[in-house]
């Protein structure tokens, strides 16, 4: 009579027991996590889409782009967006803004670890902005000494630096003590003092400064130099100083020489550039809600939402917004056409047409009070808000069932587990008995 393998048969009856079980929670798993992928898929390229669009929604950047072109390279370069107006301008760069430079009328012996006073204050004001450094809190190692180096540490890192940096500086084997100031601009003059210190020397340092860069300003001017309007910076940019241009100054010219032109006007590229991001995030987002609502068939596989009816409406929706008339006109007049599947694409030749002869209509089409884009913005935010938006709390309940579903794994592991040892019990008590009898049996030959 032959044994049998206890532990073989007790895994298989305890598999049985629970078998169908464990079918039912892997495919209801399967189907809730790809529930779960699918909907952070679509969610992801409806943000994707929404970026796209409220990047081109605001006062400043729109679908219709303009740029700005210089006559010289070298001396200035400049900006536009979507508020230019076309024009063309003279420009005349007289100088560039600097950064104020100083060095402190220091000892010729000076080095990192010459010592300074460790009582009294350094005072500093920068365009109206004060910090007064105590000179007791600088010895950073703890060694009662203050050394230079550590003044340098303590002004860099003071909360209240109002904009300079302090630095050693070593030359044919002397060392110079040295304010900068952060920013370019006559208001940004450094403005040192020390008092209470009881050494002289360390006083009259910052009273004698030697001047290494005199701050100022850029000054620029619109037409010729002395005759045309002369425009001022702190910083080396000219922001908005013509509606929507942006002049940044870079090598000033010389006096008598002539001004230099500047052209602002539409940029035909950069707009169909502006169009194809927007298409082409539309296609992505309308490709992806299609492949996880898709029906199936023999030849394509059941989407894990083909049967919800929200995200389907999002896509209807939003079908219908693309291809609704705003301002009297749609986007097939504007050379963007929506093939039978639904895919957009551009006609660059109409497009161009279009950005020739209405640009105002074709910005008015996209960006007008009500128009295309803020249609699909108030279209989209209830789906998209953060914890309360459509997506949200339905993931939200999605991980909450599948929660439940491993709470049940958890219990029919236990399950298991107890047959599993209920019937490892059993056929090993059988199997001893098989024992026994077997021996019993060979007593008799």
Do not use: C
Request: aromatic residues 8%; negative net charge.
């Amino acid at each position: 009579m032959s044994s049998i393998d206890p532990i073989t048969m007790a895994t298989q009856l305890a598999t049985y027991d629970v078998q169908s079980f464990q079918t039912r929670y892997d495919t209801q798993s399967t189907t809730y996590q790809s529930q779960l992928t699918a909907l952070g898929k679509i969610e992801t390229a409806l943000k994707e889409f929404r970026t796209a669009i409220t990047s081109m929604n605001s006062s400043t950047s729109s679908i219709v782009q303009n740029s700005a072109t210089v006559s010289t390279e070298g001396y200035f370069s400049a900006t536009a967006d979507a508020t230019a107006l076309s024009g063309s301008y003279q420009i005349f760069v007289e100088q560039l803004a600097t950064a104020h430079q100083v060095s402190a009328d220091m000892p010729v012996d000076l080095n990192s670890t010459t010592e300074v006073p460790s009582t009294g204050t350094l005072d500093f004001t920068i365009n109206g902005e004060t910090m007064s450094l105590d000179l007791s809190t600088i010895d950073s190692n703890g060694d009662g000494l203050s050394t230079m180096a550590e003044l340098v540490t303590a002004i860099n890192n003071d909360a209240s630096n109002p904009g300079v940096n302090a630095t050693l500086v070593r030359s044919n084997g002397q060392t110079y003590f040295m304010l900068s100031s952060t920013e370019t601009g006559v208001a940004n003059t450094i403005n040192v003092s020390a008092s209470g210190t009881g050494q002289t020397w360390f006083e009259d340092a910052f009273t004698n400064l030697t001047e290494i860069s005199a701050p100022q300003d850029a000054v620029i001017w619109l037409g010729a130099q002395g005759t045309g309007l002369q425009l001022t910076s702190s910083s080396n940019t000219f922001e908005d100083v013509i509606d929507g241009v942006d002049i940044t100054v870079t090598k000033a010219q010389t006096t008598g020489e002539a001004a230099l032109s500047m052209a602002v006007g539409a940029d035909k590229e950069g707009t169909e550039e502006q169009m194809t991001t927007i298409i082409n995030a539309y296609n992505s987002l309308m490709s992806t809600i299609d492949k996880y609502t898709a029906v199936g068939d023999e030849d394509t596989s059941r989407g894990p939402l083909a049967s919800d009816s929200t995200v389907r409406s999002i896509e209807s929706q939003l079908r219908a917004l693309v291809r609704s008339e705003f301002d009297g006109m749609r986007l097939s007049n504007l050379g963007i056409e929506i093939s039978r599947t639904g895919t957009m694409s551009i006609d660059s030749d109409k497009f161009a047409e279009v950005q020739a002869t209405n640009s105002a209509g074709l910005e008015s089409f996209f960006n007008g009070d009500g128009n295309l884009f803020d249609s699909i913005d108030d279209l989209l935010n209830p789906y998209l808000k953060y914890g309360s938006g459509m997506f949200s709390s339905r993931k939200d309940a999605i991980r909450q069932t599948l929660d439940r579903i491993d709470d049940k794994q958890e219990v029919l592991e236990r399950k298991f587990e107890a047959s599993y040892n209920r019937y490892l019990k059993q056929f090993t008590q059988m199997n001893q008995i098989i024992t026994q009898m077997s021996q019993t049996m060979s007593l008799f030959g």
